[in-house]
């Protein structure tokens, strides 16, 4: 019987280690829930990013194209210079191309401020990036 008994006591744990394993326990779940928490925020982030910098790339190449057209528009008044004949509708369809291209930019370039994450500032009410640590109108700190 003193043996069983002896056992029992040997298992209690002392009020002040419990105390110290309760806490350490409760620390890990709270840093367990941040991690989480930072681990879904980045991926958000990710996502942002690359949503972004696929508009940029698609921007990229609609300005190469763009481009191009100002060099055949170039080439196309140097030849009427030199006094060959360029059919007028072949400059006014490549004019046509750098409207549509440019109103692609534009509507991608809206997409972006669309993509990045906004806040106003509680003072003056300025739209601000979500990263912004002071607003770029009054200078005010952004909570």
Do not use: W
């Amino acid at each position: 019987m003193k043996h069983h008994a002896l056992k029992k006591e040997e298992t209690k744990m002392n009020p002040k280690v419990k105390e110290i394993f309760d806490l350490a326990k409760a620390t890990a779940q709270k840093a367990a829930k941040a991690a989480g928490k930072a681990a879904e925020t980045a991926g958000r982030k990710t996502e942002e990013m690359v949503e972004i910098a696929k508009f940029k790339m698609q921007i990229f190449s609609l300005e190469n194209d763009c481009d191009a057209l100002f060099k055949d528009i170039g080439k196309s008044v140097y030849v009427t210079h030199t006094g060959d004949e360029i059919q007028p509708e072949e400059i006014e369809k490549r004019i046509s191309e750098l409207d549509e291209k440019y109103a692609q930019i534009a509507a991608l370039r809206a997409k972006i401020e669309l993509a990045r994450p906004k806040r106003k500032c509680p003072a003056c009410g300025r739209e601000c990036d979500k990263d912004d640590a002071y607003c770029g109108g009054c200078g005010g700190a952004l909570e």
